[in-house]
């Protein structure tokens, strides 16, 4: 019992661990999948970004037309890119879109047009202006660059604005402007800029109000068009010393001219929006890129900066380039936040098709720009991003099973079929803990049986033999001397022989039959003869007990196949018990009936009878009904021979018996048995 209780506890316990492990392998499998959905999903955004940056041009020292083609090719043909940009070892940061090409202006005067241009400039200063003018004409014949051709022709303008040829004046002023084509050549202060001033002045000197306000709006057009030829703090110096002007007479607008003016004010926001990035630019993203830069020189990783502005992000990948003339450079894009959003869930959405599992983004913020998760899902594991996580911040990935199948009901069902094997394997354990007890108490009992059979035995043939021998004794000492006495004391030690014989027989068949080496030779009988045999034996056994059969044996009826000594020792039996258990009843029934089918021998007396339930216990072997009380000698064997003779006949005994009342046991016997 012990064992089994153990057995049970460590089974229980064993059936308990087996579901959590199955539980935490179903997690552990949703966190691989997980995982490796994150992996792929990061994979494949790097794989478009690095496309992208791979395609940039390398940044040179001397950046062509080419280039500039090539990054502007990439902005428009990819809407992950809002803008691009190169950062060179310099830090020199070059812009398609905000900033135009720095080309680098000589700006100095040849030696020779040195000389002239002073020497112009010191007539100047002492009123002969004439002479000015020539010097200055003389440097224009020298071979220059723009610059200096602007320095010369500002010196004669000046020269001529001052000798009052207003016409001239504005003519060499308007020569300037051609020139400069918005270059804003100049030292502190652009050539251009001090023609449009001097040209307003010449206008309104010559009373032409409207032409004046012309020029300046001319100008305001070329400070807003041109916003990126200048330094920020320059351009909005210009900028807004212009509009004051302006605004000073708006009195005397033309139609015309209000309209020109509102158009150039609202280019203005635009441009001044696009400087006021341009600051942003320089004073936060490129200290980042350089400090990155001097960090990863030699990464070929994707590297991403996320940056707040206003309301919106700025993000930008990044990737430290070298070229093959060992130059280093990096590469960026300015990315556009809403389209890489929209390119994760497209993504997200081609993973889906793929397997059972459901992956979904969830927002940080839970304002959500697409959270197609299922709340209410309980198997719902999720993990942030690992090598993109600049990328998308505080966004995570959440995966679940599609169709959601009852999990739970799984793990019931599965630990319920573990119960009931367990519960099977305990049940057979406890039957055969009972099959086992049963054993040994029938084999306690049956030992007790056998031994009990052993001195039963001895007992009844100690008796005969006993009485044999002193019998004897007395006839061999010649003590009986009587013809009368001695023919009595013969017939005794003849009874008391035929018990002896009776009993040896019951015993040998029976301990032949338990050996299976028992064979009745069968041959065809005539069943009267064999219970008239008996009826004689067994009135040889019971001279003195003055019991009277009743038999009722027909000697008309065929012969039957059979044992003749099984039969005889099989009802002898029978009738030997009637006499043993009849009580007081001196009478015994003994009768034959046969047809055609089979023969019934029946041996009836009104003896103390069998209860129900010993009835059919009582042709086991050994058994005897309450054998430790009874006083009628016996073996507990003959009804067990009584049973097997029938079998082997293919034939059966049964039985009828009511305790006090008296017993009837029918041996029968199929008669066409051959
Ligand atoms: P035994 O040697 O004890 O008679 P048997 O096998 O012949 O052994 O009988 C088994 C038991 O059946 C007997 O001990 C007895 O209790 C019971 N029994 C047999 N025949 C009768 C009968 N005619 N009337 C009452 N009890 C009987």
Not at 240 to 255: A, G, R, T
Not at 587 to 614: F, T, Y
Not at 625 to 648: D, F
């Amino acid at each position: 019992m012990l064992p089994s209780l153990i057995l049970s506890y460590i089974g229980l316990q064993s059936i308990r661990q087996e579901q959590n492990r199955q539980e935490e392998l179903f997690v552990q499998q949703l966190e691989n999948s997980l995982a490796l959905a994150i992996s792929r999903l990061e994979a494949d955004v790097e794989d478009r970004l690095s496309n992208i940056i791979n395609y940039l041009p390398v940044y040179n020292t001397m950046p062509g037309r080419i280039y500039f083609d090539q990054l502007r090719y990439a902005i428009n043909n990819s809407p992950l890119i809002d803008d691009v940009f190169t950062l060179g070892m310099d830090y020199r940061v070059y812009y398609p879109r905000k900033y135009l090409d720095d080309r680098i202006v000589q700006q100095r005067l040849s030696p020779a047009v040195q000389v002239h241009f002073d020497q112009g400039v010191a007539f100047e200063a002492r009123g002969m202006l004439e002479a000015a003018i020539n010097q200055y004409n003389e440097g224009l014949k020298e071979p220059g660059s723009a610059f200096q051709t602007l320095t010369l022709m500002n010196g004669i303008a000046r020269c001529q604005f001052k000798m009052d040829q207003l016409f001239d004046a504005r003519m060499s002023f308007r020569e300037i402007i051609d020139l400069d084509r918005g270059r804003f050549l100049g030292n502190e202060v652009p050539f251009v800029l001090l023609a449009y001033y001097q040209l307003a002045d010449i206008e309104l000197k010559l009373g032409l109000p409207v032409a004046a306000m012309d020029i300046k709006l001319d100008f305001y057009e070329l400070l807003v068009e041109n916003f990126h030829q200048l330094r920020f703090a320059q351009h909005y110096f210009y900028l807004s010393k212009i509009k004051e002007k302006i605004e000073k007479n708006l009195i005397i607008f033309s139609p015309a001219q209000t309209r020109r003016y509102l158009d150039i004010n609202r280019r203005s926001r635009a441009a001044e929006n696009e400087l006021l990035f341009r600051d942003f630019f320089d004073n936060h993203i490129l200290p980042v890129c350089r400090n990155f830069f001097q960090v990863h020189t030699e990464s070929t990783k994707l590297e991403y900066i996320r940056l707040q502005v206003d309301e919106d992000h700025l993000i930008i990948a990044m990737k430290a380039v070298t070229d093959e003339s060992h130059t280093k450079s990096i590469k960026g894009i300015l990315l556009n936040e809403a389209e890489i959003n929209n390119l994760l869930i497209s993504i997200l959405e081609l993973h889906n098709k793929e397997d059972d599992t459901g992956i979904f983004l969830l927002n940080p913020s839970e304002t959500s720009f697409k959270l197609t998760a299922d709340e209410e899902d309980s198997y719902l594991i999720t993990a942030g991003f690992l090598n993109t996580r600049d990328l998308f911040p505080g966004y995570s990935i959440g995966i679940n099973l599609l169709d959601n199948p009852d999990l739970e009901n799984i793990f019931r069902r599965t630990v319920r079929l573990y119960y009931s094997i367990f519960a099977a394997i305990i049940g057979v354990i406890l039957f055969g803990t009972i099959f086992i007890f049963r054993d040994i108490y029938r084999e306690q009992q049956f030992s007790r049986l056998k031994s009990s059979f052993i001195s039963n035995v001895s007992h009844e043939i100690k008796t005969p033999i006993t009485t044999i021998r002193v019998l004897a004794g007395n006839l061999a000492e010649g003590l009986i001397v009587q013809q009368e006495r001695q023919n009595a004391y013969f017939r005794l030690i003849n009874r008391e022989a035929e018990k002896l014989s009776y009993l040896t027989e019951n015993i040998l068949d029976f301990s032949s039959m338990e050996a299976r080496r028992k064979v009745y030779r069968k041959e065809f009988i005539s069943l009267y003869d064999i219970l008239q045999k008996v009826l004689r034996r067994f009135y040889l056994m019971h001279q003195k007990d003055e019991i009277v059969i009743h038999d009722t044996i027909p000697s008309n009826l065929p012969d039957v196949l059979a044992s003749p000594d099984g039969i005889e020792q099989a009802v002898l039996n029978l009738l030997d018990n009637a006499a043993k258990y009849s009580g007081k009843s001196k009478s015994i029934w003994l009768s034959l009936k046969q047809n055609n089918k089979e023969a019934v021998i029946s041996v009836l007396d009104k003896g103390i009878g069998i209860a129900k339930d010993e009835q059919q216990k009582i042709f086991e072997k050994f058994y005897r009904v309450n054998y430790t009380e009874q006083k009628t000698q016996g073996s507990g064997i003959g009804l067990s021979l009584v049973k097997e003779i029938a079998l082997l006949h293919k034939g059966s005994i049964e039985i009828e018996s009511e305790p006090g009342k008296g017993s009837k046991f029918s041996l029968i016997i199929p008669v066409n048995h051959v």
